[in-house]
C-alpha cells in the first residue's frame, strides 16, 4: 500500500452502503468511518455502493491508487492511521483506559446494536440496511443466510436465546453506565479531542437512537429532556433536530413511569424469558437515555458535523 | 435462587472439569470461578465431572440447596456476587475503567485464548482438555464439531481466516500492553485487592502460559511483559499452589503424569520456533481414516448400548454413545 500521505491532495473518497434511517449511511460498519473522516476535517466524497450486501470490502476510501478496505489491515480507521492520512488517535495508545474503553465499545456495544439489527428487531432493519435494494426472493435468502451467520457470531441457540438476550442487554446496559460516568460533562471521551473511539461511539449511538424503533418512546422521552437540557445548556449551538414521529408504531417496551402497553408486544412463547427480557430492557432503556444525553452534548459542539435527523424512520434519502 | 448466605455453613462444592497443564481445572471456563474462591478465601471442595464436554451447565457451585450454575444469571461469579456469597467487586462497578478493562479480558483476551486452544495449536490443547477422556473416534468427532462452533464464533471462515487470525492477534497484543501498563508494579488492578477481573485474567495468563505450546504466537506476545508474568507467578503461588492454608483444601492433585505442566514458573522463556505449519491436505486423510474407524466403532457402540438397555432397568444416563444427542447450548 503506497504512502498515502502523497495522495490527499486528490479527491478522496469513502465507498459505503446507502443512507437509511435518516444516517448518511445506513450501514454500522460505514458510519464510523464516515464520522472519522469528518472528525479529521478530511474532504471527501461520499460514494454509495449497494450491489453487494455481503461484501467484505465495503466500506472503502480511495484517492488515484490509494485504496483502504475494509477487510485489510484491520480496517478502514487503522488504515488510515497507518498510512498517515488521519490519525486522531496519535499518544493514545499508551493510554490503558483508551484502549479498554475502545475494546468495551468495539465488543458490548457492537454485539448488542447487531443483536438489535438482525435478531431484537425480527431482522426487518438489517433487511432495510443491506437487501431492500434487492428483488425480494434474493434478498430474503440471503438476509436468512446472513442471520445465520450473526447468531453464530453472538453464540445464540434455540436453548440459550432468552439467556444470551439478557446477557447481551446487560452488558450494554453496564456499557452505557461506565461510558456515561467516563464523559460526564466533557465534549469528547478522551483528552478533549475526537479520537476513533468517539467515532465508534457516536455511530453506534446514532443507529441507537434512529434505527431502532423500540426506542420510539425514548426518542419522546429524550425530547421532554432535550428540551430542558438545551434551556439548561448556555450554548445555543443548533441542536438536533429530532422529531419524534412516535405515532407511526407501537412502543415494544418502555421505562417503568409509562403504563406498559404489554398487549400488543409481539408473541414470544417464553414467559420467563420474557419476563427477564421486560426487566432487562427497562434498565436497557434508562441507560439509552443516558446515550440520548452523551450524543446530545457530542453533537451540540461538534459543529463540522452535518448530519442529518430527520427521524421518520421510514423514509431514506438516496 | 435462594439467599446463599444462609447456606455458607454447610461445605461449598465447585464442580468443574478435570485438572490439565498443572492446573487444578483444565478448563478455561471454569479456571476464574476456582481463583475467585480462593481470593474469596471461601472454603470449597473441588469436584471433578468429565462426563459431559459440551456441558454449558458446568463449573457449578453447591452448597445444600442452594447451586449456580454457568449458565445462569451471567455465570457461577456474578452468582456468588448476587446471591450475597462473595462480593469481591463491591465499589468497583462504578468505576468505567474497571468495566472497561474487564469487558476488555473477556472480549479480546478471551478470543485470543479461544483462537489459540482450538485453531491457532491445531486444537491438540482443547482435545486434551474436553476430549481426553472419551473414546477416541468420539472425541474426535465431537472435536470437530465443536471447532467449526469455535471458528463461527470468532466469524472465520476460509476467506478471513488469516486476516481473523492476524486481527485476534493484533488485539491481544494491545491488550496486554494496556494491562501491563494498568498493573505497573501494583499486586492486583484495581484498589490493590483482588475482584473477579484479577481472577478472570490471572485465569488467562496461567493457560497462555502453561496450557499453550512453546512455538504458540499468543503465549510470546504475553511473555514480552515480564510484570504480568510476575503476576501470573506470583498469585498462583499464593493462591493455587499454596497447601498451608488453613482455610481452605481444595482436594486436586496436580496430576503431573497425565499432563505434563509446560513449564515452572521461572523457566518460562518464548522459543521463536516458526508456528507449525497447517497442512490441511494431512489432517483430512488422517481424518477420512479415522472416521472409518469411528464408524466401526459406532456400530459396536449400538449393540453394547442395546445390550445394557435390555439388562438394566435404571434410566441412568450414561456418556458412552454419541447419537449427537449432546446439544452445544
Not at chain 1, 483502504?68 to 498510512?83: C, F, M, P, R, T
Not at chain 1, 450473526?150 to 438476550?165: F, H, M, P, Y
Not at chain 1, 446487560?170 to 467516563?182: C, D, E, F, H, I
Amino acid at each position: 500500500m503506497e504512502d498515502g500521505s502523497d495522495r490527499v491532495e486528490e479527491q478522496l473518497t469513502l465507498v459505503a452502503r446507502k443512507p437509511c434511517f435518516g444516517l448518511p449511511t445506513g450501514c454500522p460498519v460505514c458510519l464510523p468511518v464516515y464520522i472519522y473522516l469528518r472528525f479529521a476535517n478530511l474532504p471527501f466524497s461520499l460514494s454509495i455502493k449497494s450491489n453487494f450486501p455481503d461484501s467484505d470490502l465495503i466500506p472503502y476510501v480511495e484517492s488515484g491508487a490509494y485504496v483502504a478496505y475494509n477487510n485489510e489491515k484491520g480496517g478502514v480507521i487503522e488504515s488510515l492511521i497507518e498510512d498517515g492520512l488521519a490519525d486522531l488517535d496519535y499518544e493514545l495508545l499508551a493510554v490503558a483506559e483508551w484502549l479498554s474503553t475502545k475494546a468495551m465499545i468495539s465488543s458490548w456495544l457492537m454485539d448488542a446494536l447487531m443483536y438489535e439489527l438482525w435478531v431484537g428487531s425480527d431482522g426487518s432493519l438489517a433487511q432495510k440496511i443491506y437487501y431492500s435494494d434487492l428483488p425480494w426472493p434474493i434478498g430474503k435468502v440471503l438476509f436468512l443466510k446472513q442471520f445465520l451467520v450473526v447468531k453464530q457470531l453472538l453464540g445464540i441457540t434455540k436453548d440459550n436465546a432468552a439467556r444470551r438476550e439478557t446477557e447481551i442487554y446487560g452488558k450494554a446496559t453496564m456499557a452505557y453506565g461506565a461510558l456515561s460516568a467516563r464523559l460526564g460533562k466533557q465534549a469528547f471521551f478522551f483528552e478533549n479531542r475526537p479520537t476513533s473511539l468517539d467515532a465508534v461511539f457516536l455511530s453506534h449511538a446514532l443507529f441507537v437512537l434512529q434505527a431502532l424503533p423500540s426506542t420510539l418512546n425514548l426518542v419522546r422521552f429524550a425530547e421532554r429532556l432535550k428540551t430542558e437540557f438545551i434551556e439548561a445548556s448556555s450554548s445555543s449551538s443548533s441542536g438536533p433536530q429530532l422529531h419524534s414521529d412516535a405515532s407511526s408504531s407501537t412502543p415494544k417496551k418502555g421505562p417503568s413511569s409509562w403504563s406498559s402497553k404489554s398487549q400488543n408486544k409481539p408473541k414470544r412463547e417464553k414467559t420467563q424469558g420474557e419476563k427477564t427480557f421486560r426487566k432487562r430492557a427497562k434498565y436497557f432503556l434508562v441507560t439509552q437515555l443516558v446515550a440520548v444525553l452523551v450524543f446530545l452534548s457530542l453533537l451540540g459542539r461538534s459543529d463540522d458535523t452535518e448530519v442529518e435527523f430527520d427521524d421518520d424512520g421510514t423514509d431514506y434519502t438516496d | 435462587m435462594e439467599d446463599g448466605c444462609e447456606r455458607i455453613e454447610e461445605q461449598l462444592t465447585l464442580v468443574a472439569r478435570k485438572p490439565s497443564f498443572g492446573l487444578p481445572t483444565g478448563c478455561p471456563v471454569c479456571l476464574p470461578v476456582y481463583i475467585y474462591l480462593r481470593f474469596a478465601n471461601l472454603p470449597f471442595s473441588l469436584r471433578t465431572n468429565s462426563n459431559f464436554p459440551d456441558s454449558d451447565q458446568i463449573p457449578y457451585v453447591e452448597s445444600g440447596t442452594y447451586v449456580a450454575f454457568n449458565n445462569e444469571k451471567g455465570g457461577v461469579i456474578e452468582s456468588l456476587i448476587e446471591d450475597g456469597l462473595a462480593d469481591l467487586d463491591y465499589d468497583l462497578l462504578a468505576v468505567p475503567e474497571w468495566l472497561s478493562t474487564k469487558a476488555m479480558i473477556s472480549s479480546w483476551l478471551t478470543d485470543a485464548l479461544m483462537y489459540e486452544l482450538w485453531v491457532g495449536s491445531d486444537g491438540s490443547s482443547a482435545q486434551k482438555i474436553y476430549f481426553a477422556d472419551l473414546p477416541w473416534p468420539i472425541g474426535k468427532v465431537l472435536f470437530h464439531k465443536q471447532l467449526l462452533v469455535v471458528k463461527q464464533l470468532l466469524g472465520i471462515t476460509k476467506d478471513s481466516a488469516e486476516r481473523r487470525e492476524t486481527e485476534i492477534y493484533r488485539k491481544a497484543t494491545v491488550a496486554y500492553g494496556a494491562l501491563s501498563t494498568r498493573l505497573g508494579e501494583q499486586a492486583f488492578f484495581f484498589e490493590n485487592r483482588p475482584t473477579s477481573l484479577d481472577a478472570m485474567f490471572l485465569s488467562h495468563t496461567l493457560f497462555v502460559l502453561q496450557a499453550l505450546p512453546d512455538s504458540s504466537t499468543l503465549r510470546g506476545k504475553l511473555l514480552e511483559h515480564s510484570n504480568l508474568v510476575q503476576y501470573a507467578e506470583r498469585l498462583k503461588t499464593e493462591f493455587i499452589e499454596a497447601s498451608s492454608s488453613s482455610s481452605s483444601v481444595p482436594l486436586f492433585h496436580s496430576d503431573t503424569s497425565s499432563s505434563t505442566p509446560r513449564k515452572g514458573p521461572s523457566s518460562w522463556s518464548s522459543k521463536p520456533k516458526s508456528k507449525p505449519k497447517r497442512e490441511k491436505t494431512q489432517e483430512e486423510k488422517t481424518f477420512r481414516r479415522r472416521a472409518k474407524y469411528f464408524l466401526v466403532t459406532q456400530l459396536v457402540a449400538v449393540l453394547v448400548f442395546l445390550s445394557l438397555l435390555s439388562g438394566s432397568d435404571d434410566t441412568e444416563v450414561e456418556f458412552d454413545d454419541d447419537d449427537d444427542g449432546m446439544d452445544y447450548d
